[in-house]
């Protein structure tokens, strides 16, 4: 399984960002994709999770409202959508999969090489 993480850059506050989790084999609706960000310095956070094309979402509470997640079905990717970007939404973004949704990641056992996304005030 490879998940490849597309989208990222620098981005002004107030901007919307779009990143993709290209999943190839791993799109299934019966198996979690989720995002997490890494800022230097501090552990892995979850942001949000959900199986593709499944009627499941979730969400970190502190990135609930601005942040969503979806699924193309045809491109078989998993969309993070981040409206209104802060300069604390800076950090590597990376996707994972794994047979079920959870905000650990120790339950998931693939990953993307992650992706930088820099949001200046």
């Known amino acids: 399984v490879r998940l490849r993480e597309v989208g990222g850059g620098s981005a002004q506050a107030g901007d919307s960002l779009r990143l993709s989790c290209e999943t190839s084999?791993?799109?299934?609706?019966?198996?979690?994709v989720a995002w997490f960000r890494q800022a230097p310095g501090l552990d892995r956070e979850w942001v949000a999770s959900?199986?593709?094309?499944?009627?499941?979402?979730y969400f970190s509470e502190s990135n609930e409202g601005r942040f969503t997640i979806s699924a193309d079905n045809a491109k078989k990717t998993v969309d993070l959508q981040i409206l209104s970007v802060k300069p604390e939404d800076s950090g590597s973004y990376f996707c994972?999969?794994?047979?079920?949704?959870?905000?650990?990641?120790?339950?998931?056992?693939?990953w993307g090489q992650g992706t930088q996304v820099t949001v200046s005030s």
């Open positions: 994972a999969a794994g047979p079920g949704c959870s905000w650990s990641p120790n339950d998931y056992k693939y």
């Open positions: 084999s791993f799109f299934d609706s019966s198996r979690c």
């Open positions: 959900s199986y593709p094309g499944g009627p499941a979402e």
